[in-house]
């Protein structure tokens, strides 16, 4: 009992090793637990050229691509609008973490933008505009919060996207951004307490490509605590 013990928990390091997962403390939860994975895509195992079948496209052509040797998901850079997909589990009364890294150019004084969200389509998002250098933080309509952050053009980058449900209807809502290949900071860009009832659900991305040009995500993965 005791080895079978050991092979799990090596099997989880080693997974979470390949996917670059993190497994960050809770430090609003009074009793003990861990973060673990719901749901994770690289696209390493599908076909060039393939829609990926565990993503609900809601608008827009999402094509696995091939980026520098690596498979990625690409959105193309024409026509321009407003694209976006479903996926993962629907995760109910959980806290949640979003993950995914992204990469995109400007061109000339065109920007694109990138969104991502937990909780369905009315849940919180949070949506970064290049152009404007801010992030906008989301409970469906709302905006809660703005913090302005540059963006660097065709540079590969991180983030983690945490709701935190806490007593009485009380949510807190964390990101973090940074430069894919640098150390994780250990400052949150935002973290926000909103009131509101919190039930979870799938997890959403949105990609704007203003510029004209292709955005790229790659390194999906959706954690929840279990306590």
């Not at 430069?179 to 959403?204: A, T, Y």
């Amino acid at each position: 009992m005791k080895e079978g013990f050991i092979f799990i928990s090596l099997i989880t390091l080693i997974s979470s090793n390949l996917f670059g997962i993190q497994y960050p403390e809770f430090e609003k939860s009074k009793g003990k637990g861990s973060w673990i994975v719901e749901w994770s895509e690289n696209f390493t195992n599908l076909s060039i050229g393939e829609e990926p079948e565990n993503l609900f496209i809601l608008d827009g052509k999402f094509l696995v691509r091939r980026n520098e040797g690596n498979k990625i998901l690409e959105l193309a850079g024409s026509p321009v609008g407003d694209f976006g997909f479903l996926f993962g589990s629907r995760i109910k009364e959980k806290a949640m973490e979003l993950q995914f890294s992204f990469h995109s150019t400007k061109q000339g004084r065109r920007y694109p933008a990138i969104a991502g969200g937990i909780g369905g389509m009315r849940g919180y998002r949070f949506r970064w505009n290049a152009s404007a250098r801010k992030i906008l933080l989301f409970r469906d309509e709302i905006l809660l919060v703005e913090k302005i952050i540059s963006w660097e053009s065709n540079t590969w980058w991180k983030i983690r996207f945490q709701v935190i449900p806490q007593i009485q209807g009380q949510n807190l809502i964390r990101l973090k951004v940074w430069q894919k290949g640098n150390e994780e900071p250990k400052d949150w860009v935002i973290e926000h307490e909103d009131q509101f009832l919190f039930k979870g659900g799938k997890c959403v991305l949105w990609g704007f490509p203003y510029a004209g040009n292709a955005i790229h995500f790659d390194d999906l993965n959706i954690l929840s605590f279990l306590k």
